[in-house]
């Protein structure tokens, strides 16, 4: 078993319906909870970043920790068409090394 | 401003060849890290270099799989006697400071190897 666990997908959404994308994870020494995008032959690039457990926002995005459940969320608000990507947790704990998920292949159609 | 710079962004080897696959990270950026990213899969740790010290190689699938930092800025991480299941997207990925906190890590946009 990985110690990250992410829906693969591909998830299918209408223009400006609200996405939940969510990762479990099994090491509880994990502190650091990250989501990246990756568009298709590109580098994963940052999204969101929290450090234990809670909710961050920025714009149409939001980042959710539960470290009791060992489960992290990331939700999109208003859906456009250019958010079709796909999307990538990672964490880590004290050392540099980031621990990914699969990816979840998200489309959003017009 | 650069961002992470790989080379080549493709390459096609026969299976046995020796290549070597470059990465050019931030200026000053202290920490560099390599993932390697299987088709449909997230990427997954190789190694990790704090200036040109290698600090963490436990990611390497097999003893033909070589990275270096020299100088502390380029890395060049080298795969001897390509097989086929080496092929994949391989993620070089630089930040700014070292140390046990968090570190945001921007990413290049990867060499995809390809073993014949």
């Known amino acids: 078993q990985k110690e990250v666990e992410q829906d693969p997908g591909p998830l299918s959404v209408p223009e400006g319906a609200i996405v939940s994308l969510n990762c479990t994870y099994s090491?509880?020494?994990?502190?650091?909870f990250m989501w990246y995008r990756q568009y298709s032959r590109k580098g994963p690039e940052l999204l969101m970043y929290t450090y234990s457990s809670g909710n961050k926002e920025d714009g149409r995005f939001t980042a959710q920790v539960d470290k009791s459940s060992k489960y992290i969320s990331l939700f999109i608000r208003d859906s456009q068409p250019s958010d079709s990507a796909t999307y990538l947790c990672a964490m880590s704990g004290r050392g540099n090394k980031l621990v990914f998920g699969a990816g979840t292949i998200l489309r959003v159609k017009s | 401003g650069a961002g992470v710079s790989q080379s080549p962004r493709y390459k096609v080897a026969k299976r046995g060849q020796d290549v070597a696959l470059r990465c050019d990270p931030i200026s000053g950026h202290v920490s560099l890290f390599w993932y390697q990213q299987a088709l449909g899969q997230g990427p997954e740790f190789l190694t990790y270099f704090q200036n040109e010290a290698q600090l963490d190689k436990s990611g390497l699938p097999s003893d033909r799989f070589f990275a270096e930092r020299p100088e502390g800025s380029v890395s060049t991480l080298k795969i001897q006697r390509t097989q086929q299941e080496d092929s994949a997207v391989y993620l070089c990925?630089?930040?700014?400071?070292?140390?046990?906190?968090?570190?945001?890590?921007?990413f290049g946009p990867g060499t995809r190897l390809t073993v014949l």
């Open positions: 090491n509880s020494a994990f502190q650091y």
């Open positions: 990925a630089s930040s700014y400071l070292a140390g046990t906190g968090y570190n945001e890590q921007f």
